[in-house]
Each structure stands twice: as structure tokens, then as C-alpha cells.
């Protein structure tokens, strides 16, 4: 059966011309673009797709847009966490489905060279734009309504360009070679969806137990750079939903401490219902959503993948996992301030149980100050868990809206520290990183590939966006003030003239240095106290 498939590319210059072309098409499949999962297109490993619609005209290249060209994927040894090798097609991905992909010239960009870069735009791209992601709290309720509603519109706005794969590579011709396994799918379930497929099991075969050892997007170096470009992507899709380039993801501060959600209301990510304590509240629309990905037996039993049909409401309890109170807190503004003072980006082997690492300790795996410790939740992952529900189980997490929230937070305290260590691709491991995670790998399972190295660039410099955050200040500042203090007055004392006001000076600044690590002292103590406490707590 052949299908219709009408195309719109984004860059504002083809807005503009309203240019809508009608191709005609095979199947539809994966989360490739629609026109390149036909039979014909899949058996070819091409997918080169023309801005304009034109034969001919494979990524624009009449137009010295782009041209088609074999895809290099990394070759590189990766960690021993994953002992197989040609049983995941997100093994070197996406050759296992295509080898031949656009590669766009100067400015431009997209699976057919028809959009801008991020950070620009214009016909021919050459003005740049930028974004401003801003904390949501601070926005005025007509700004919050908006976001919420365009939230709403993406989950169930068809993904113009990009479909969704349903089977492993070896079933997706169908049983008849001819019938592509592929489905359309909203733009914000293409979120959920993307998110699951990088977490996903390794199907072994049937009876065989599903290899869980695996995850391309989490425990990683690349856990900072695939959750970028997931945001980047979503933010993109919606700004082209909108018709407008200006729209900016919003954050959450989630490092407030205390056990309120001061995000859940309903005019933000919804209220608890206040007929089960595990629900969204009726007058919220995020009641209204169903998750997808949730028959996660199916797919590791039956070597399916999650599809776009939806099933049951989002569950969400904040502070509930009364079973275990280490996630019954919100992470503090200090665990922020002290994972960005932490040098090294990562620490072999590169994976969830590195010491030292930024990587792992914003991940949250890791203490805020750096130390493993398989107890410890911090930061992102306590950030989740502490919703104890969906957005708190990684293959479900993004079905809950504040998802997103948490990983913009997330993505601006991986921007901060870039900002702040000017660290230089170099630092980024090139091998040995859990499979998914080398430099040089393309980040699964987004298309165009995109490697992990492209996104750890600093985003208001190459990537179009900038977060205004007010990083919350050290506790080091109450010294500062009593030093602040004690100097006033002996400016003060020192108006008065004299010899005795020089010798009150030398004291009071004596003074001022012996109280410094006394009140430094008090603090670190207070918060081991506190984790040990947590922590005994949570091992029963
Ligand atoms: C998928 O979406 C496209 C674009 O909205 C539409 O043309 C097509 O008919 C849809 N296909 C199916 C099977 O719904
Ligand atoms: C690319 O993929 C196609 C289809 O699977 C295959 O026939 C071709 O040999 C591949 N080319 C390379 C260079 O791997
Ligand atoms: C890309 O955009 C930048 C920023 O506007 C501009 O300076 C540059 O000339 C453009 N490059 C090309 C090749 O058009
Ligand atoms: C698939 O369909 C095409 C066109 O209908 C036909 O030519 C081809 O033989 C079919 N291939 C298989 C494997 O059935
Ligand atoms: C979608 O996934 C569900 C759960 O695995 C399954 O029951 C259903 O048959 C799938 N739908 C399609 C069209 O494959
Ligand atoms: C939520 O907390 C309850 C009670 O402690 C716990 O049993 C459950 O596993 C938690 N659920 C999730 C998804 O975290």
C-alpha cells in the first residue's frame, strides 16, 4: 500500500514560500525520515533525501546545500559492559539501517539540508538567532499558560518529518518483505519514544532473557550530550509547530531542597489530585495524557519495540517513596555549586560508577563532591526518583512532563561547567566509554547521525541557546560578609585616628581568618551527618 506523504521543511525561507511538497511514497517507517523508510529506500541504505521535493536534487545539492555521503560511525574499542557484538541494531549506529546520509554545507542543516544550524536562520542562514531558557518560576502566568498549551499541542501534533521503527531491523519489511514496520508518532511521544529506544534491552532471542546491560544515553559520558540534542530536537519541533524560532524550553531549578514539588500545580506540571495521592490533579492537563512505552514484557520477551499507542495516565507521588527517605529530598543548592567545582569532565571507566567524574556526579550516581558510592542518588537522578512514579523509571521518565524541566536544569549545569573549565573536546574519552558513549559515536537513535563530540560545545557559542540561571552563591559568602563586616568597622573604628584603631584592625582581621574555618567546618559536618543518616535509612 502506498501512502501520500505531504513535507514541510522548517528553515523560515520555506515557511515563508509555504513550499509543501507532495511526494509519493511507500510505507512509512523508524524514527527516520517518512520518505526514506519504503521497502525500495531501505533495501538501497540511503536516505538523502531533496529540500525541495525535486529529483534529482539529493540534500539540495543543486543549490550547494549539502550533497549524500557515506556515514562514518565509530569503530573505536568501547567498555566491557556490553560483551556482544552484532546482536543490537544500535551497535555503530545507524548503519543497520542506513549508510548513506545528507551532509550539509555552511550554515545548513537537517536530515535534507533544508533547515538552519542551530543558533541560525534565514533563507540563507547566515543570521544567527538565540534563544533564552529561563526558569519557570519566574515566568508570568500568561507565559506558563503558554508553554503548558504548547506542551499539550506537541503530544498531539503528528511528527511532520519523522516516523517511528515498531520492529527490530530483521523484522522491518514485514513478513512479506514488503510492508515496513513503521508508524507516525506525535512529536512529543517521538521524545518518549527516542528516550526509550536509546535504554531499551538487548533482545537475545526468544526464550532468552533480554540483556539489560546496555544503555546508550545513561551512565556515560554521553549522558550529558544525548539528553542536549534530545532538548534540542524537542525545543526545534516545537518551534517549527509554533512558527516560532523564538520559542525557548523553560527549566526547573530542582536544587531547592525540602520535600515540595513547588513545580506541581496546575498551572505548571499539574496539582496531586486530591483523590489519589499518586495522580494529577483533574484541573491540570497533563491528567488527560497517556504514557507510551509502558509493555516494556512485550518487548523484551517478544523482541518488539515500544510503538505510539498510549495506556495509562501518568503517575506521579513527590516525597512519596516513604520506603526510601534518601529520595524523599530534593537536592540542595550546594550539591549544584559543588559538582561544577569538579575538574575532570570524566573518570575511567567512564561509567556510572566513576569517581571524580562531573559527568557522574551531575548524572547523579556519584556524590555531588565526587565520590562513588552505589547508595548515593544526587542530583538528576534524585531529581527523578524523588517523583516516585512515572517520571522516576527510566524507560517511562519523559511521558511525565517535567521531564523536560529537569533536563534543561540538567543541561545548564553541563553548560556552567563548560563555561567554567573551557575543557576542549580533548577531555571527552574517545574510547573505552560504554558502548554508545565514545566520542565519535552517533548518539542513538537520532537522525541525521549527530555525534556525542558535536554537542559538547558550548551552547550559547555554537548552539543557539543560553540559560539565565542565577547559580545560587557558596556558603563561604556568610564568611565573606562577616569579613565584610568586621572591615567596615574598622573603617569605621580607623575614621576615629589613631594607634588604637591600627591595632583593633590587625585583630579583627586576625579574627576574621580563625572564624573562616570554623564555620566551613560546621557546614561539611552537618551535611556528612546527614547523608549517613539518609543512608542507613535507605539500605533497610
Ligand atoms: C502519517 O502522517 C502523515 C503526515 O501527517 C500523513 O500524511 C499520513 O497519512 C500519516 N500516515 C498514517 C498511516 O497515518
Ligand atoms: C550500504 O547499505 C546497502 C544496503 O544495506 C548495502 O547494499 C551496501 O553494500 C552498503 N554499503 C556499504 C559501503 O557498506
Ligand atoms: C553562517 O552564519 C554566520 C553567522 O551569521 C555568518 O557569519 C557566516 O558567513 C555564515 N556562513 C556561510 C557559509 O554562509
Ligand atoms: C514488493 O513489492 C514490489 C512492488 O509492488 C514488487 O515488485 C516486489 O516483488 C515485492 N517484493 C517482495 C519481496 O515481495
Ligand atoms: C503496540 O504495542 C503494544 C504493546 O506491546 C501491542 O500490544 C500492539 O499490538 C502494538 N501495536 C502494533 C500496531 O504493533
Ligand atoms: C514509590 O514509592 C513507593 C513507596 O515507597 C514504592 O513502593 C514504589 O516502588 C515507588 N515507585 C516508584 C515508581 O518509584
Redesign the pocket.
Known amino acids: 500500500m502506498d501512502s501520500c506523504l505531504i513535507f514541510s521543511p522548517n528553515c523560515s525561507m520555506w515557511r515563508e514560500a509555504l513550499l509543501v511538497v507532495t511526494l509519493c511514497a511507500g510505507l512509512a517507517l523508524a524514527q527516520f525520515p517518512r520518505e526514506c523508510v519504503t521497502p525500495e529506500g531501505l533495501r538501497s541504505g540511503q536516505c538523502c533525501p531533496s529540500p525541495t521535493g525535486a529529483s534529482g536534487d539529493e540534500c539540495g545539492s543543486s543549490t550547494g546545500r549539502g550533497q549524500c555521503v557515506a556515514i562514518a560511525a565509530d569503530n573505536r574499542r568501547h567498555g566491557p559492559q556490553y560483551p556482544y557484538s552484532g546482536r543490537d541494531d544500535r551497535e555503530r549506529w545507524p548503519l543497520r539501517f542506513f549508510n548513506r546520509t545528507c551532509q550539509c554545507n555552511g550554515n545548513f542543516s537537517g536530515y535534507n539540508c533544508g533547515q538552519c544550524k542551530h543558533g541560525l536562520t534565514g533563507a540563507d542562514c547566515d543570521q544567527r538567532v538565540s534563544v533564552v531558557r529561563r526558569n519557570i518560576m519566574q515566568m508570568t502566568a500568561a507565559e506558563k499558560q503558554a508553554f503548558v498549551d504548547a506542551l499539550n499541542q506537541a503530544k498531539s501534533t503528528v511528527h511532520p518529518d519523522l516516523v517511528i521503527c515498531?520492529r527490530r531491523y530483521q523484522e522491518v519489511l514485514g513478513p512479506d518483505g514488503n510492508s515496513t514496520q513503521f508508524e507516525n508518532i506525535t512529536i512529543y511521544n517521538y521524545f518518549v519514544w527516542s528516550h526509550y529506544y536509546s535504554v531499551s534491552k538487548t533482545y537475545l532471542g526468544p526464550g532468552q532473557v533480554s540483556f539489560g546491560g546496555v544503555d546508550f544515553s545513561h551512565e556515560g559520558p554521553g549522558f550529558v550530550t544525548w539528553h542536549r540534542f534530545h532538548l534540542l530536537q524537542l525545543e526545534r519541533d516545537m518551534q517549527n509547530m509554533l512558527g516560532d524560532p523564538s520559542f525557548a524550553l523553560p527549566y526547573w531549578n530542582f536544587a531547592i531542597g525540602g520535600s515540595e514539588c513547588d513545580i506541581c500545580t496546575d498551572d505548571l506540571m499539574g496539582a496531586r489530585s486530591a483523590f489519589d495521592m499518586n495522580s494529577i490533579s483533574p484541573n491540570s492537563v497533563f491528567s488527560q495524557w497517556r504514557v507510551i512505552c509502558e509493555?516494556v514484557e512485550?518487548y523484551d520477551t517478544l523482541g518488539?519495540i515500544c510503538?505510539s499507542?498510549e495506556s495509562s495516565p501518568i503517575r506521579r507521588n513527590p516525597a512519596g517513596n516513604v520506603a526510601r527517605p534518601m529520595v524523599q529530598r530534593l537536592p540542595e543548592p550546594q550539591d549544584v555549586l559543588e559538582c561544577l567545582e569538579l575538574n575532570t569532565f570524566d573518570t575511567p571507566p567512564y561509567y556510572s560508577t566513576s569517581s571524580e567524574s562531573f559527568r557522574n556526579s551531575i548524572e547523579g550516581y556519584s556524590a555531588p563532591q565526587g565520590m562513588y558510592d552505589p547508595v548515593i542518588r544526587s542530583l538528576h537522578n534524585l531529581a527523578h526518583l524523588f517523583l516516585n512514579g512515572t517520571g522516576g523509571q527510566t524507560h517511562l521518565s519523559p511521558n511525565d512532563p517535567i521531564f523536560v524541566l529537569l533536563h534543561t536544569f540538567t543541561d545548564a549545569v553541563f553548560d556552567e561547567w563548560l563555561r567554567r573549565h573551557q575543557p576542549g573536546e580533548v577531555v571527552y574519552p574517545e574510547e573505552n566509554a560504554p558502548i554508545g558513549h565514545n566520542r565519535r559515536f552517533n548518539m542513538v537513535p537520532f537522525w541525521p547521525p549527530v555525534t556525542n563530540a558535536e554537542m559538547f560545545v558550548s551552547a550559547p557559542e555554537s548552539l543557539g541557546y543560553s540559560y539565565e540561571v542565577q547559580w545560587p552563591a557558596r556558603p563561604l559568602t556568610l564568611s565573606e560578609i562577616i569579613t565584610v563586616a568586621v572591615v567596615a568597622a574598622v573603617v569605621v573604628v580607623a575614621a576615629l585616628g589613631g594607634l588604637i584603631a591600627c591595632v583593633v584592625r590587625a585583630r579583627s582581621h586576625h579574627s576574621a581568618e580563625a572564624l573562616q574555618p570554623l564555620l566551613g567546618e560546621t557546614f561539611r559536618s552537618y551535611s556528612e551527618d546527614d547523608r549517613r543518616l539518609d543512608k542507613s535509612q535507605s539500605v533497610v
Do not use: E, M, P
Open positions: 515498531t509493555s512485550d518488539t510503538n499507542s
